[in-house]
């Protein structure tokens, strides 16, 4: 057979299997997300969600309404072609941007390199495990002190697995990403919607005095 039609219908026939695989994959994470949204009562939707936090990217496989008396939003995420999921709290307050996440060697390595400003919490034998541990990014650092209060890093240092924490407008996010993490099955949902109010209560779970005003929880 003439290379000149073997080679294009070779190449056709690949496209052909990568669109299928494509969308046989997508059309496997809808049904996962369909079935996750009526076990717990969550709307979905299947399109990209647009969203003020350009953090998102481009996210699909929306989840969102009320779970356990909170506003919750839950949906898959490509950004800069990496897949994360993200969980989703909103509280009502606007405030700056936050980010704690565990120090490894590529935050070890920017931070040296001076990509990554981290706040460093010193004083005690916890603050000094936790600065050691995690990473803090926060341009309002008077703001990143009273998010990351004793309590908080107490939590932080005995859930060392749990995804980044992100805080940002109206928002408390868990930041699940599958490079770290792995791909997230559906059973899973739950519990990080658990774990995302648990670490909501735990940050805002005390009033406090004076600024910056901070959320408590009701």
Not at 75 to 103: D, T
Not at 180 to 203: A, D, M
Request: with cysteine; charged share 20%.
């Amino acid at each position: 057979m003439n290379l000149l039609v073997v080679v294009p219908l070779v190449v056709v026939v690949f496209v052909a299997a990568c669109l299928l695989f494509a969308w046989r994959m997508h059309a496997g994470r809808r049904a996962v997300f369909q079935k996750v949204g009526r076990r717990l009562g969550l709307s979905y939707a299947k399109g990209r969600y647009r969203d003020t936090t350009a953090l998102y990217g481009y996210p699909q496989h929306v989840l969102e309404g009320t779970f356990e008396g909170r506003p919750v939003k839950v949906f898959e995420a490509m950004r800069r072609k990496q897949a994360s999921i993200y969980f989703v709290l909103k509280h009502g307050r606007n405030m700056p941007r936050l980010q704690i996440f565990p120090e490894n060697w590529t935050a070890k390595l920017s931070k040296g390199l001076g990509g990554i400003k981290d706040i460093s919490f010193g004083g005690d034998a916890v603050s000094q495990e936790f600065s050691r541990t995690f990473v803090v990014q926060c341009d309002d650092e008077r703001f990143a002190r009273a998010v990351c209060h004793q309590r908080t890093m107490q939590y932080m240092l005995g859930h060392l697995d749990m995804p980044s924490v992100v805080i940002e407008g109206d928002q408390v996010m868990l930041w699940w990403d599958y490079r770290t993490h792995g791909v997230l099955k559906g059973q899973n949902v739950e519990p990080q919607l658990r774990l995302l109010i648990e670490v909501f209560n735990v940050i805002f779970g005390r009033v406090q005095e004076g600024p910056p005003p901070l959320p408590t929880t009701v």
